[in-house]
């Protein structure tokens, strides 16, 4: 029998790529043709129900049920004229990826059928949810959970070959209120902050009533050719190789990185950009990365709940239209030990309705004190909170990234450039308030920025949290998540580092301070007081670890530590504070967090088994029989000793390495066993951690081992250079 390894290869090396049509328009003519956005509102809308489901959007408020029935009304026609036949409520439980079920519009009548979609349909859905995970908070016995329509993301048109399904984006909650998805506590973030920033801007301009955030995700991903994918367990079971010695070339001539985009992974790519396209998705950006047949591509930014949702849908589309390729996405954080893992970087910036950035440095030094505001309280609030960003970015895949040789390491640190460091610095030093009120030249104590520095940026890659010019940038998260973990704890402490920031300056100018003393005062303070966060060397090195140590900040490397950031008091209260999550709401989150981390890594143990026992175990003794037959021969024809010696190494050599793989294999067993014996789920994912994952290193050092002795025609997995490099 030929092994899948031989034909998956032959598959690969004669792929043809689908036709791919380059549009025959300007991409502007088609873009977002499959969403249902402001212009076809209008269209499809009375003028009255439009202005209402604008401010509904734009203003957060209330739409009655008249009006949803038009809005649904008028979503089904256009959803029709489209060809769509079902709609669906799309929404983002915690299981990572996004769910939908989906019902017909068509409905049977007294005298035929017609297709019918009811406001309260758009609105409010019940979908019976009971396996999604809950963390406790909701019973089977009482399985309800809502969908509730996000009037602020606009529904759009999922496209496939069979058919076509308007979908609504939604939140997803208990019956009992609590959110069991990762929408509705972003929004709570986002409502926070809008609140806290605007506060805070009536300082410096009144005409300021709403702050947005804006997020661009820039995606890495890596590709393989499926039919490899397929022969591989490890990849098709855990999305990473648990097993597989490092290809003899790998990125160390970083050819790859920016290089020419192999034709058919550029097919590739211009079908689902064309795809994404039309449901809005802003894509921009396309690359090679620094591992072979690793990519990115990065849409322009958008107000951060609609980037979200375009980034989830973005992972859906690309997964899609990879198989119309015969390619496999790989979003796992670390695909391939050696080489590259894969992130999802977070540019993140703050935007007024007037259209101002807060993060960007102004001309003038009145506006830098607006910009000093912001960009200190920023540094203040990650700096009060690392532990909780870092939680936030925290899981089984991505320990496997942070701190390895190309990632930001487990430490959150903040980068800003030489510049923004000399500015915070000279805040610090000088004697600013006295200085201003002697003088009383207000703003000379305000160090100029130069404006050079919004083009001309340093880069720092090695830095979880960078200032890059206009925004900052969260490098941790990783490849696969929804970035609304992260982006719900940056929102939320953001928003409470600005109320305790408004706090403290009201205080002093009702102590009879001026306003811009006050304000320059209280940042002053806070340049002192969050200094130990801020790094600007190597963040890979092991000189910036022990300057960590140093300096008390905290160095997590595994997640079910990290998280019980998410659980310290100091967190309950914030969140709660802030009214972003209840008491129950976190503790079920840390419980969901926790059981995805050990149910993964059991997954991963036992494939480990699988593919050990019944696929390199038995190809290995295949090989050392072919080497005894041959030894035997040998000493049939009576040749000597020194002849043999050869054969007889090798043979050794095998049975030293599968003797230890299967040994620690049967021992990683057991120890699962026992992991799986545990009742707290804390502890029972900090055994998989120490007792099982611990051995997955020895199992694979070992296979690795035989990989380079066995015979290539004999090894039944595709290897890493023909994972890597066939294209
Ligand atoms: P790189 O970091 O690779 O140099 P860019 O800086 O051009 O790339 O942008 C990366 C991402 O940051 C893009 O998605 C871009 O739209 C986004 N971005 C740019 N400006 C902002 C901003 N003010 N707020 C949020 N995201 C932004
Ligand atoms: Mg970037």
Redesign the pocket.
């Known amino acids: 029998m030929k092994s899948l390894r031989t034909i998956a290869l032959k598959e690969a090396q004669t792929r043809v790529s689908p036709e791919v049509k380059a549009p025959s328009a300007k991409i502007s003519e088609f873009f977002g043709s499959n969403v249902f956005d402001k212009k076809k509102m209008k269209d499809f809308l009375s003028k009255e129900v439009y202005e209402k489901l604008i401010s509904a959007i734009e203003q957060g408020e209330l739409i009655n049920s008249d009006d949803a029935n038009q809005i649904a009304t008028a979503m089904k026609h256009w959803a029709m004229s489209k060809g769509a036949t079902h709609y669906t409520h799309w929404f983002q439980p915690l299981t990572g990826s996004t769910a939908e079920k989906h019902d017909s519009f068509f409905e049977p009548s007294g005298d035929g059928a017609i297709e019918k979609f009811a406001g309260s349909a758009l609105v409010q859905q019940e979908p019976d949810a009971s396996s999604f995970p809950n963390g406790g908070i909701r019973n089977t016995f009482e399985a309800r959970g809502y969908t509730a329509w996000d009037p602020s993301s606009p529904a759009f048109i999922m496209e496939s070959k069979a058919g076509k399904t308007l979908c609504i984006p939604t939140v997803f909650v208990a019956y009992t209120g609590e959110a069991l998805d990762y929408k509705a506590p972003l929004l709570k973030a986002l409502n926070a902050l809008d609140k806290a920033a605007v506060d805070v801007c009536q300082y410096f301009d009144k005409g300021i009533n709403k702050v947005t955030a804006?997020?661009?995700?820039?995606q890495e991903y890596f590709l393989v050719d499926l039919a490899l994918y397929n022969a591989r367990p490890d990849l098709m079971l855990t999305g990473r190789t648990l097993f597989g010695h490092m290809s003899a070339k790998g990125q160390q001539l970083d050819d790859h990185y920016f290089g020419s985009i192999p034709e058919r992974v550029f097919t590739f790519m211009v079908d689902f950009e064309n795809e994404a396209l039309k449901l809005g998705i802003p894509l921009k950006t396309r690359h090679n990365e620094v591992a072979p047949l690793q990519f990115e591509c990065?849409?322009?930014?958008e107000e951060i709940n609609l980037a979200i949702d375009h980034n989830q849908l973005l992972m859906d589309v690309m997964e899609k239209v990879a198989r119309r390729h015969h390619f496999k996405v790989l979003l796992h954080e670390k695909p391939y030990a050696g080489i590259n893992g894969s992130g999802k970087h977070n540019?993140?910036?703050l935007i007024t309705n007037t259209g101002k950035?807060l993060l960007a440095p102004g001309k003038t030094p009145k506006n830098n004190l607006m910009f000093l505001a912001f960009f200190v309280n920023t540094i203040k609030a990650v700096h009060e909170h690392a532990d909780l960003l870092r939680a936030s970015i925290a899981s089984v895949s991505n320990d496997h990234r942070l701190g390895a040789n190309e990632a930001p390491p487990a430490i959150i640190s903040i980068f800003l450039g030489e510049q923004l460091n000399e500015v915070l610095d000279e805040i610090e030093h000088s004697r600013i308030s006295k200085k201003i009120k002697e003088d009383n030249a207000l703003w000379l104590g305000i160090p100029k920025i130069p404006q050079i520095l919004l083009d001309n940026t340093d880069r720092n890659r090695t830095s979880p949290f960078a200032f890059?010019g206009?925004?900052f940038?969260l490098r941790a998260v990783g490849s696969s998540a929804n970035s609304s973990a992260p982006m719900t704890v940056l929102n939320t402490i953001m928003a409470d580092q600005l109320i305790k920031f408004k706090a403290e300056v009201d205080k002093l100018i009702k102590k009879g301070e001026k306003k811009d003393i006050a304000l320059l005062t209280i940042i002053k303070k806070y340049i002192k007081e969050s200094k130990d966060i801020r790094f600007e060397g190597n963040g890979y090195s092991q000189e910036w670890e022990d300057e960590a140590t140093k300096r008390g900040l905290a160095n997590i490397k595994t997640t079910p530590v990290a998280i019980d950031a998410y659980v310290s008091d100091k967190s309950l209260d914030l969140f709660e504070k802030n009214n972003i999550f209840s008491k129950r709401e976190l503790h079920a989150r840390h419980e969901i967090l926790l059981e995805s981390y050990y149910k993964k890594l059991q997954i991963e143990a036992r494939v480990i088994g699988e593919v050990a026992n019944t696929m390199i175990i038995p190809a290995v003794i295949d090989y050392q029989n072919t080497l005894l037959d041959n030894l035997k021969s040998l000493k049939e024809v009576g040749l000597s000793k020194e002849v043999m010696a050869t054969p007889l190494a090798i043979v050794n050599k095998i049975s030293e390495h599968l003797g230890v793989m299967k040994a620690s294999v049967d021992s990683m067993l057991e120890e699962r066993k026992v992991a799986n014996g545990v009742e707290d789920h804390r502890e029972k994912a900090i055994s998989y951690d120490e007792k099982v994952k611990s051995q997955f290193e020895t199992i694979r050092y070992h296979a690795d081992k035989l990989e380079q002795i066995v015979d290539d025609n004999v090894w039944p997995l595709p290897k890493f250079r023909e994972l890597l490099f066939l294209k």
């Open positions: 804006s997020l661009g995700i820039e990065a849409p322009i930014y540019n993140w910036s950035n890059t206009n925004k940038e």
